[in-house]
């Protein structure tokens, strides 16, 4: 395992300031091993709340989290509000257009 560290600093220069500094630290893994079997779930908030931008950035952060899934795994979604409804096994690209911010 790799350990890298990084250092940021919110200004180079300070005379009277305080200079706030983050450290990032990076594990890397030697070898990657490839996960299959599982069974992912996206839930998806589709209520009143949800309308407009909120429900498409849900739908869009769905459809990258499924790309990143390796084949082999299993994807479900399960959407609520005032009522549950649930895709199982389903295709990503059939269901999430049908999504729709409309609950209470």
Excluded: W
């Amino acid at each position: 395992m790799t350990i890298s560290i990084r250092t940021e600093l919110s200004h180079n220069y300070s005379f009277d300031s305080s200079i706030d500094c983050i450290f990032k630290l990076t594990l890397v893994a030697e070898s990657r091993a490839e996960a299959k079997g599982f069974h992912h779930i996206i839930v998806i908030d589709t209520s009143t709340s949800m309308a407009g931008q909120k429900i498409e950035l849900a739908k869009r952060g769905a459809e990258e989290y499924a790309k990143r899934i390796p084949s082999g795994n299993r994807v479900s979604i399960v959407t609520f509000s005032d009522t549950v409804h649930t895709y199982p096994e389903t295709d990503l690209s059939k269901v999430l257009p049908t999504i729709k911010a409309a609950g209470l």
